[in-house]
């Protein structure tokens, strides 16, 4: 028997702004960061800053992944939210883009954070390119708010 409920208009904006939101959570980090004394970065000890950092990387890209996901209005499962379900005008939002993500850019993401295979951890050296991701996307996550109301 399914039990799913059905998610009213407002149910579904709201879980689309929450995955957006999700997507800066790596800009929130960066502020909030800069202005953390020393004494408190030290006194973390093993959760030090440099792993929330990384962390917060890793929820922005997911978030992405997850809003890529939306706007390319294919379901692969019944219950997945597309943006035809909030007649999102797609085109507009991507500003004639095919996808938010290239597939090299999603590739990266899902075998790099997604999934847990060898290339689970972005080295160091590739955080320049998980954050330029992130910058590159961002128009189009203010075209998507916009288009929600928000």
């Given at each position: 028997?399914d039990?799913?409920?059905k998610l ?7 879980r689309v702004c ?6 800066e959570?790596f800009e929130?980090?960066q502020?909030?960061?800069?202005k953390l004394?020393?004494?408190t970065?030290?006194d973390?000890?093993?959760?030090s800053?440099?792993?929330v950092m990384r ?13 890529d ?5 294919r379901r692969p499962?019944?219950d ?8 999102i005008?797609?085109g507009?939002?991507l500003?004639?883009?095919d996808?938010l993500l290239s597939?090299?850019e999603r590739r990266k993401?899902?075998?790099?954070m ?5 290339n689970?951890i972005?080295?160091?050296?590739e955080?320049?390119a ?8 961002k128009?189009?996550r203010?075209r ?7």
């Amino acid at each position: 028997m399914d039990l799913q409920l059905k998610l009213t208009q407002f149910e579904m904006v709201q879980r689309v702004c929450v995955v957006l939101r999700g997507c800066e959570t790596f800009e929130h980090w960066q502020n909030v960061a800069t202005k953390l004394p020393e004494q408190t970065k030290a006194d973390w000890g093993r959760t030090s800053p440099y792993y929330v950092m990384r962390g917060s990387i890793y929820f922005s890209l997911i978030s992405l992944r997850s809003l890529d996901d939306f706007l390319s209005n294919r379901r692969p499962n019944s219950d997945d939210l597309i943006a035809k379900d909030l007649a999102i005008d797609v085109g507009k939002v991507l500003s004639g883009a095919d996808r938010l993500l290239s597939t090299s850019e999603r590739r990266k993401i899902n075998k790099g954070m997604a999934h847990l295979t060898k290339n689970v951890i972005i080295r160091d050296d590739e955080l320049g390119a998980a954050l330029e991701i992130l910058s590159k996307s961002k128009p189009t996550r203010l075209r998507l708010s916009n288009e929600l109301g928000e």
